[in-house]
């Protein structure tokens, strides 16, 4: 069976190039019309557990077909901390800054969180995900760092391997398990259910 790791549909602050972690915005029209792409990809009947966040839920309620406020949520499938860089233009991030963060997976943004931090608290999610995964599918939604500490997770090697992957808005990653097996990547980064889109 199969674990699939959404990244939830695009909102106002990804198309603007904002760095978006724990502000809170809904989808907008592009990320609706991903988010009922990605129903259309996944198993019907699935499991969805989501991050508790607004654009995850809507992206989950479209998936399952139930309303955003009844979503089954997780707060370790947040998005990374960004701290005082959050709603920060992507291009307005100081270049030493970038380069620190990416030199160390122990590196905090201002007031926020570490990488090594959200492998931790995303490996746990998935420590207890796995065991439901191998006999039933289930789909997780989350955002951009979660689905990196999860390729990092399934892969067993550390999280800045998040440096060198590209998650884009809507992606489907696929891990698959089998008893008493660990976990497979089966496909990272999936975008072919966004034609047209």
Partial sequence: MTLYVVRHGRTEANASGLLLGRADPGLDEVGHRQAAAIAGAVPAGARVVSSPLRRCRETAAAISGTDPDRIDTDDRLMELNYGELDL????????????????DPGFRPP??????????????????????ATSGDVVMVTHVSPVKAALAWC????VEVSWRSFVGQASITRIGFTSGRGP??????????????
């Fill in 184 to 197: 497979s990547l089966l496909t990272f980064n999936a975008e072919s259910h966004l034609d047209g889109i």
């Fill in 111 to 132: 007031g926020g969180e570490t990488l090594e931090e959200l492998a931790r608290r995303v490996g746990t999610a998935l420590d207890e995900f796995a065991p439901a």
């Fill in 155 to 158: 892969l067993g090697v550390g």
């Fill in 88 to 103: 920060m233009p992507l291009s307005e991030i100081p270049a030493d800054l970038w380069a620190a963060w990416r030199a």
